[in-house]
């Protein structure tokens, strides 16, 4: 893969911000968890023992940079990782740490 990095700047900086998101300890625990399937803010602070005003607070974080993305169903609303690419990169990731 070859990219022009003085003609891709924006793009350099959408990737930095990315990677700066998933190396916040809590936000990396928000992703594993919605990695394993759609779920709810109340369910997110439950399994990772926040409470759901600061889970909420960097959901917004993660939706904003487009990796994770939400349904509302009722009151209810439920998060999901924004597509397969996000994924792939936390499965790689986790498969790289447990060589």
Do not use: P
Not at 24 to 53: F, P, Q, W, Y
């Amino acid at each position: 893969m070859e990219i022009e990095v003085n003609k891709n700047i924006e793009k350099i900086n959408e990737m930095g911000d990315f990677f700066k998101a998933l190396s916040d300890s809590t936000r990396l625990k928000i992703i594993l968890v919605i990695s394993e399937g759609e779920i709810c803010v109340n369910d997110i602070s439950a399994k990772i023992g926040m409470t759901k005003s600061a889970v909420s607070h960097q959901l917004s974080y993660l939706k904003n940079l487009r990796l994770v993305k939400s349904r509302k169903d009722g009151k209810e609303v439920y998060y999901s990782l924004d597509d397969d690419h996000v994924n792939l990169l936390i499965k790689s990731a986790w498969e790289h740490v447990n060589e």
